[in-house]
């Protein structure tokens, strides 16, 4: 493989062990959703999307993106149009710190929960 397959590779394991964490953000009395969606031009999003029973909504992503020559991995949480957490944004070099820079930050939404 070269290295460009291996970056898409990585990044598709990356994104499917974010949503794997993020799934387990759930409780028995609210609805949630799950998503993952790429965005242009070179884009990745995961998260979950909680409905509270007062009707709010409660999202919580993580995202990496390439421009430039760097990549860049932002996170957070907003309930409606209100941030309650943003993860500092993070731009690293290379594809490899990248990723664990995004795995760190989703990573982050499993420790919180467990802490």
Do not use: C, N
Not at 74 to 85: D, F, K, R, S, V
């Amino acid at each position: 493989m070269d290295s460009e397959s291996l970056a898409a590779a990585g990044l598709l394991e990356a994104l499917s062990r974010a949503s794997e964490i993020l799934a387990e953000l759930r409780h028995p009395f609210v609805r949630s959703e799950q998503f993952s969606y790429f965005f242009p031009p070179a884009g990745a999003r995961v998260g979950t999307t909680f409905m509270l029973p007062d009707g709010r909504e409660v999202r919580f992503e993580v995202s990496i993106a390439a421009s430039g020559r760097a990549f860049h991995v932002e996170g957070g949480i907003q309930a409606e149009e209100e941030t309650l957490l943003e993860l500092p944004r993070k731009s690293v070099p290379d594809i490899e710190e990248g990723l664990a820079a995004f795995g760190d930050y989703a990573g982050r939404w499993r420790r919180r929960r467990s802490g």
